[in-house]
């Protein structure tokens, strides 16, 4: 340990000299005179370029890694800011009515849609052993794609169903859920995920399912084939393909999706890429499948000469803003709290083939707890925010969200946490 004299020592000279002053050099006087390197101090003023200059890690990371030096100045830096949806009957939050994972929104006919995963049934869901024929093992078990249409994308209109369960033995006659739409030569392709048994009871495994259509309104056609084939044995995608999000980039689909792997109980999500030139395919997997190490379901945008990536949960990157210039090798660009899960934006230029992305400014998500798990439904939410190269909104981009205590006690220990310290506490008493 440094005494404190040397402390003193160290201190007055620096800003004048970075000498190396250590215990080492306080025990033994060194044989030659200590290596001296010039010191220049890091300026007051925040330069918005790297400067020319020795720095730390963590400096250089704040000049390559990030947009900007500051994240006020960071086009894909945001805050998020919710608003509650009006026009959405839930049942009392009773469990039996659940809307979930949005689609992106589209403006079609001077209104914008919304599809999404639509759940009525006679109980809220209870695992996969205790489902039935109308009992659903999981939130998104026994469901259908509906859809809603808004002239300001607060108050929403349902119109009903889109997608129906088909009969069975078709694929997907047990549920399809999670959809995402795409417009393709002035026509229109919902990709969903279509489960031919109940979620959760070989995991959550399910096959990519898609149907088509002249008009945002149907009627929707099915193919009745599976769109987005699962990877071979033993490799990450092998069970499920979930969330499949097409965007049109480079003239071709870019088809981003999830997948869970790594066996149960603790799944690993990671996103991979397929690429087509048909919407009925074949699509083409990335040969560096999963292109995103980090997050859950998937949410992408064109912007700038590349694709931006919302990396919401799970992973060692999960609430990071991403861009990769060829739509396949991400980076991280920014670090952001509170992210909408499930994020479907509404994103003016997704199907232009645009060079220069715009980005986002607003979307829909979901909470999945909405009240309690005995009660186990989801609701669609309103999220804003700022990742627009059009929009500069102060507000969108401060770095801290100000929760309660109450937010934070919620998050309190567990029973077997504190177990675990009364264990160390007793075990430093009787040391
Ligand atoms: C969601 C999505 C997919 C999963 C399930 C319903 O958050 O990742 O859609 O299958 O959970």
Redesign the pocket.
Known sequence: MKSYKSLLLCSALSGLLFTACNSETEKKAPTESPKTTEYKPFPFKLPKEKPAQPLSRAMERNYDTYKASRPEDNELYTQFKYTELKGFDYNNHDGTISRR?PSKVIFENGKYYVYYTYRETETSPKGAKASTETIPSAD?DLAEIWYATSEDGFTWEEQGVAIPRPPKPQLGHRSV??ADILKWNGKFYMYY?GFSEA?GTRG?DCPVLMSYADSPDGPWTPTNKVVIPNGPKDTWDQYSI??PYPLVHNGKIYLYY?SDFDGQPDLVRMQGLAIATDPAGPFTKSPLNPVLASG??TTMFPFKEGIAALTIRDGNEHYTVQYAEDGENFDVAAIVELMPA?AGPFIPDAFTDTDYGRGITWGLSHFTNATTWAQNHAVLVRFDCDLSLDVNDPAMKKHHVYHRPDVYYRQGLGQKQRERIAKENEALRNK
């Open positions: 994972d998104w859920s999670t995920q979620s959550d979930h969330d999830k859950h379901e499930a």
